[in-house]
T-cell receptor, first 114, second 113 residues
């Protein structure tokens, strides 16, 4: 069965420090990969997506993610975190199983300290 | 506002009551999804529509849950005989064709007392 794992429930980083949020998925076929961000009281907003091609993808707000097929991973990175980045981040994977289905990870809560 | 709209934003109900939520997707988006999200969890797939046709329904969804999208535009999600375990954020998302990029509404927060 398909599954998406975000091993870190929460992460705290200092403002200006670099960030990496981990995401791993199971299942054999290469899926479509996404990262979403959810701020308090807000719906989910797409940060970036990977369909094919260059395995390093750029997103909004200075985020990037790298797809590593051998590790079944799609980790999200940002070189310098801003206080406004504090939010919940969800990795999502889309598989085609007769129809497209999106499965989300449990999320990683990012805290930013001054 | 051309985003996905959900109403109401909050709903408090007593156990055993029926509730109905509405979702207005982005116009011309022919796919519409419902997800449920509880604290500390990612959104959990409930069901999705291609135009007015309900193509898939999660096995996690009990018979108390029903969703409709009668004209292929807005959708409603009804929960009958609510239970405390139904308390969650119910998210709606729409997608244009097979773009696989979901646009989410702000959700309806349901609290069952």
């Amino acid at each position: 069965a398909q599954s998406v794992t975000q091993p870190d429930i929460h992460i705290t980083v200092s403002e200006g420090a670099s960030l990496e949020l981990r995401c791993n998925y199971s299942y054999g076929a290469t899926p479509y990969l996404f990262w979403y961000v959810q701020s308090p009281g807000q719906g989910l907003q797409l940060l970036l997506k990977y369909f094919s091609g260059d395995t390093l993808v750029q997103g909004i707000k200075g985020f990037e993610a790298e797809f590593k097929r051998s590790q079944s991973s799609f980790n999200l990175r940002k070189p310098s975190v801003h206080w406004s980045d504090a939010a919940e981040y969800f990795c999502a994977v889309v598989w085609y199983t007769g129809g497209f289905k999106t499965i989300f990870g449990a999320g990683t809560r990012l805290f930013v300290k001054a | 506002d051309t985003g996905v709209s959900q109403n109401p934003r909050h709903k408090i109900t007593k156990r055993g009551q029926n509730v109905t939520f509405r979702c207005d997707p982005i116009s011309e988006h022919n796919r519409l999804y419902w997800y449920r999200q509880t604290l500390g969890q990612g959104p959990e797939f409930l069901t999705y529509f291609q135009n007015e046709a309900q193509l898939e329904k999660s096995r996690l969804l009990s018979d108390r849950f029903s969703a409709e999208r009668p004209k292929g535009s807005f959708s409603t999600l009804e929960i009958q005989r609510t239970e405390q375990g139904d308390s969650a954020m119910y998210l709606c998302a729409s997608e244009e064709g097979t773009n696989e990029k979901l646009f989410f509404g702000s959700g309806t927060q349901l609290s069952v007392l």
